[in-house]
């Protein structure tokens, strides 16, 4: 918990819940008949709308970007580190917005929202949404905020997907692209991680089938398998050396199947923190967005003609030692860029904290990211 | 904008790039060369640099760069997107300049280097009388730590445009100020300490 909030932190913030009525078409085919998507913005929006940030988010995260809820949080939104008063993406210029994504389990309508109709959990009956359906909505969502077209979209990870695919589907509505860790598709070995962490929810005995909520449980132990997953090709084999090594915890080792090293509990804390705090319908949703997120799928694999619809700017980071998304998939983005002669910058920025180093105040990430973000204040009115 | 007060050579290298056009720039540090192009001659086009430092730097004067190693190639780059493609004072430092040029000029339609000239008289006379290696303004760094691998000569490089079948359009040699005289039209081999060339396939 912080002693007072930080004068640097967006603050105390809010999140709203808007409710859509227009029935939302999915790419699987299905129809949401209604919906909500649940929301937070930081700083004003300017009289002419010029100054507005989509920030998507990756796979776990939500709406909360950003700020506080109570003094007493021990831990502010996913990207504080990132957006704020004076940081690099700065709130006293900027209007932001970042919304939690359909699917998802934090109030936008997703597998643990109760079905109208039925009266209970959607569970697995929810249909497996995808980038593009994002996307739509997030668009709708602009509508709602009176945005014509974001000064920029940027996100992470499955969030960069995102912004890839505003840029091919709205060209119109925004003027610059961040694409930060991403990759135009996820690879067989990336395809393989998200299946094991799926099939450790799926084969847990409180799963269900997925109509867990009915039966008062909640698959932890697979959720908590697929989180230390995830978490361990979120980082790089030389953070984890040097952020554990082989120490132990409790100084030696003790020849049963308790924690030895620090590592595991690292991995086990990280799990802990993670049930109770995420559904595992969504986690499964949310991996399968990630696996079905291919643009050039529609191009007989050819991302340069995927892309040709864009218009705006762009800004491409990775980081050296991500290998869930490494600078190579970034490097197929820029070719596919620079072949529709679009405006691009691309920095791959040296890191030893792997995939989740765009969620780390790095000085050469902060550096290049300020330096696009200041072009873009440069261009606001 | 970024202006070229410090790099005289880029001025001779702009005022040989026509309005409008397209261009790589290989090495591009700071951005220089395309601010001042964008600016002059509404220029656009991608810089191409490894160092981290001049990244940010890039971005913020408006330019379009892209983070890699050159040694890489310009495999990802498609046939005939440049009108020019300029390589400054790097070609010396790359593994393998001759299939650099080739590159230059598969993906642009011509090509223009400068490079340090190995030939001129203060570094024949540091090492054909003094027996050193050469430590000239234009050659400051000490043998064993040199990013210069692949130094040259104002002949060596022409001869290696021929066995390339690389067609010379229009070169020039200038002093360690960048300026041009007389005798340095004379003897260029001998007298210039940087080289211009711009080319295009033979």
Redesign the interface.
């Known amino acids: 918990m912080p002693d007072s909030i930080p004068p640097d932190s967006v603050g105390l913030v809010t999140p709203t819940t808007h409710h859509f009525q227009d029935p939302l078409k999915l790419s699987g085919g299905e129809t949401l008949p209604d919906y909500e998507l649940v929301y937070e913005t930081y700083g004003k929006l300017n009289a002419s709308g010029s100054n507005a940030l989509l920030v998507c988010h990756a796979l776990s995260s939500n709406h909360h970007a950003a700020g506080y809820y109570d003094p007493a949080d021990k831990k502010p939104g996913w990207w504080e580190n990132i957006v704020g008063p004076g940081k690099t993406i700065n709130t006293d210029r900027f209007f932001v917005v970042c919304c939690n994504n359909l699917g998802g389990c934090f109030g936008s309508t997703g597998p643990s929202t109760i079905h109208p109709l039925t009266g209970k959990p959607y569970g697995p009956d929810f249909p497996i949404v995808t980038v593009r359906d994002w996307v739509i909505s997030q668009a709708r969502l602009a509508d709602v905020l009176g945005i014509d077209t974001w000064a920029a979209v940027i996100g992470g990870s499955l969030g960069g997907m995102q912004v890839l695919q505003w840029s091919m589907d709205y060209p119109d509505r925004l003027r610059h692209a961040i694409v930060i860790a991403a990759s135009s598709k996820l690879t067989a070995q990336n395809i393989a991680f998200n299946e094991v962490a799926r099939q450790a929810i799926r084969s847990d005995p409180d799963f269900h089938d997925g109509h867990y909520y009915e039966n008062g449980t909640e698959p932890q132990r697979g959720l908590r398998i697929a989180r230390m997953l995830g978490h361990i090709t979120y980082l790089s084999d030389d953070i984890m050396g040097e952020k554990f090594g082989r120490d132990l915890r409790d100084g030696k080792i003790g020849f049963d199947y308790s924690v030895d090293f620090q590592v595991e509990s690292y991995l086990r804390y990280q799990a802990d923190s993670f049930v109770g705090n995420f559904d595992a319908n969504t986690y499964l949703l949310m991996t399968k967005a990630l696996d079905y997120f291919d643009p050039a799928g529609h191009t007989q694999g050819n991302l340069s003609k995927a892309l040709a619809p864009a218009s705006c700017e762009f ?1 491409v980071m990775s980081f050296t030692s991500d290998w869930r998304f490494s600078p190579e998939r970034s ?1 197929e983005i ?2 596919a860029l ?2 529709n ?1 679009l ?6 920025i ?1 890191a030893s904290h792997g995939h989740d180093a765009f969620l780390m105040k790095i000085p ?1 990430y902060l ?2 990211f ?3 973000m ?2 873009i204040e440069q261009e606001i009115d | 904008m970024l202006d070229l007060t410090n790099r005289p050579d880029l001025v001779i290298v702009a005022d040989w790039i026509k309005p409008d056009s ?1 261009v790589l720039d290989l090495g591009c540090g700071d951005g220089a060369l395309l601010s001042h192009l964008a600016h002059h001659k509404r220029v ?1 086009g ?1 810089g191409l640099d490894l160092e ?1 430092k001049y ?6 004067a ?7 190693d050159l040694d890489r190639g310009l495999a ?3 046939d005939n ?1 440049f009108d020019y493609v300029v390589l400054s004072l790097t070609l010396q430092a790359m593994r393998h300049p001759e299939k650099l040029l080739e590159d230059m000029l598969r993906v642009g339609r011509e090509g223009i280097v400068t490079f340090p000239n190995f030939g001129h008289w203060r570094a024949r006379v540091q090492l054909g009388i003094f027996g050193s290696m050469p430590f000239t303004k234009t050659l400051p760094n000490t043998w064993y730590n040199t990013p210069n691998i692949h130094l040259c000569t104002l002949k060596d490089f022409e001869f290696l445009c021929k066995t390339l079948n690389i067609h010379i359009l229009e070169h020039q040699a200038v002093d360690s100020e960048h300026r041009s005289n007389p005798g340095l039209k004379l003897f260029p081999n001998l007298l210039g300490e940087i080289a211009l060339y711009r080319f295009e396939r033979g």
């Open positions: 800004m490097q820029v070719k620079h072949d002669s405006n691009v910058s691309y920095a791959e040296q050469q550096n290049v300020s330096a696009y200041h072009r | 397209r656009n991608y981290d990244i940010p730097r890039c971005i913020h408006g330019i379009n760069i892209i983070q890699m990802e780059f498609a997107s």
